[in-house]
C-alpha cells in the first residue's frame, strides 16, 4: 500500500475478487481510492480485464461483482462452520490437543487419549508448582530439563513459561485430571 500511495504503481493484478477483500463495501472503497490515482486493476477470475470505474456500467458491474464476491467468501465460511460443527457432533475433537493426550487414529471419531510419557510430565509440573513456595516458571523449566522431561518439540526446545502455566491451570481446575496424571507418573517411576 505505501507503493500505492507513492504513486509507484500503475497496475494491480488481483487473482479473485473473493480473496482480495472480505466485503464489497472495502473493495468498491479500495478501488475508488485506486481508481482516483489512475491505477488499473485487473481481475483475473473476471479474464484478466481492467474495470473502468469512471463510467456508470463500469461501476455497476464492480458492484455487482463484489457483491457475489463476499457471497462466495461468507458461503464458504458458513459450509466451513457446518462442516466442522457435523465433525464435533460426531466426536472429532477440533484444535490443538492439550498437552498430556494424542489422537488414537485407529478409533472411530479419532478421539483424544492420554499419552503417558506427557502425563507424567504434566504431573511433574503439578508437583513442582503446587507446593509453598512456589517454585518460577522458569525453575520448573530447569527442573524438567535437568530430569530429562522435554517439550513435545524435543530435547532441543525449551521450555515456555505459557505451556507450563496452561498445563498447571487446566489440573488446578481438574482434580480427577490431576488425579490421573499423578498415576501415570508414579507408573513410570516404579
Same mark, same amino acid.
Given at each position: 500500500?505505501?507503493?500505492?500511495?507513492?504513486? !509507484?504503481?500503475?497496475? *494491480?493484478?488481483?487473482? !479473485?475478487?473473493?480473496?482480495?477483500?472480505?466485503?464489497?463495501?472495502?473493495?468498491?472503497?479500495?478501488?475508488?481510492?485506486?481508481?482516483? =490515482?489512475? *491505477?488499473?486493476?485487473?481481475? $483475473?477470475?473476471?479474464?484478466?480485464?481492467?474495470?473502468?470505474?469512471? #463510467?456508470?456500467?463500469?461501476?455497476? @458491474?464492480?458492484?455487482?461483482?463484489?457483491? @457475489?464476491?463476499? %457471497?462466495?467468501?461468507? $458461503?464458504?465460511?458458513? /459450509? #466451513? !462452520?457446518?462442516?466442522?460443527?457435523?465433525?464435533?457432533?460426531?466426536?472429532?475433537?477440533?484444535?490443538? %490437543?492439550?498437552?498430556?493426550?494424542? /489422537?488414537?487414529?485407529? +478409533?472411530?471419531?479419532?478421539?483424544?487419549?492420554?499419552?503417558?510419557?506427557?502425563?507424567?510430565?504434566?504431573?511433574?509440573?503439578?508437583? $513442582?508448582?503446587?507446593?509453598?513456595? /512456589?517454585?518460577?516458571?522458569?525453575? *520448573?523449566?530447569?527442573? %524438567?530439563?535437568?530430569?530429562?522431561?522435554?517439550?513435545?518439540?524435543?530435547?532441543?526446545?525449551?521450555?515456555? /513459561?505459557?505451556?507450563? +502455566?496452561?498445563? @498447571? &491451570?487446566?489440573?488446578? =481446575?481438574?482434580?480427577?485430571?490431576?488425579? =490421573?496424571?499423578?498415576?501415570? %507418573? &508414579?507408573?513410570?517411576?516404579?
Amino acid at each position: 500500500m505505501r507503493m500505492v500511495d507513492e504513486g !509507484k504503481i500503475a497496475h *494491480i493484478v488481483i487473482p !479473485k475478487l473473493d480473496r482480495a477483500w472480505r466485503s464489497a463495501v472495502d473493495c468498491l472503497d479500495t478501488l475508488e481510492v485506486w481508481n482516483a =490515482k489512475e *491505477i488499473q486493476c485487473h481481475l $483475473l477470475d473476471l479474464g484478466g480485464n481492467t474495470l473502468n470505474l469512471s #463510467t456508470p456500467i463500469g461501476r455497476f @458491474f464492480l458492484t455487482i461483482a463484489a457483491a @457475489f464476491a463476499e %457471497l462466495e467468501r461468507s $458461503l464458504v465460511g458458513e /459450509r #466451513t !462452520k457446518n462442516a466442522l460443527a457435523q465433525k464435533i457432533r460426531g466426536g472429532y475433537r477440533a484444535g490443538t %490437543l492439550p498437552y498430556g493426550y494424542r /489422537r488414537d487414529f485407529d +478409533a472411530p471419531g479419532r478421539p483424544c487419549v492420554p499419552h503417558p510419557t506427557e502425563q507424567a510430565i504434566c504431573a511433574r509440573i503439578y508437583q $513442582l508448582r503446587s507446593p509453598t513456595p /512456589r517454585k518460577t516458571w522458569n525453575e *520448573i523449566a530447569a527442573q %524438567l530439563t535437568a530430569e530429562g522431561w522435554h517439550p513435545r518439540a524435543g530435547p532441543h526446545a525449551q521450555w515456555s /513459561r505459557q505451556t507450563l +502455566a496452561a498445563i @498447571f &491451570r487446566r489440573l488446578s =481446575k481438574d482434580r480427577d485430571e490431576a488425579t =490421573k496424571a499423578l498415576g501415570f %507418573l &508414579r507408573n513410570l517411576r516404579s
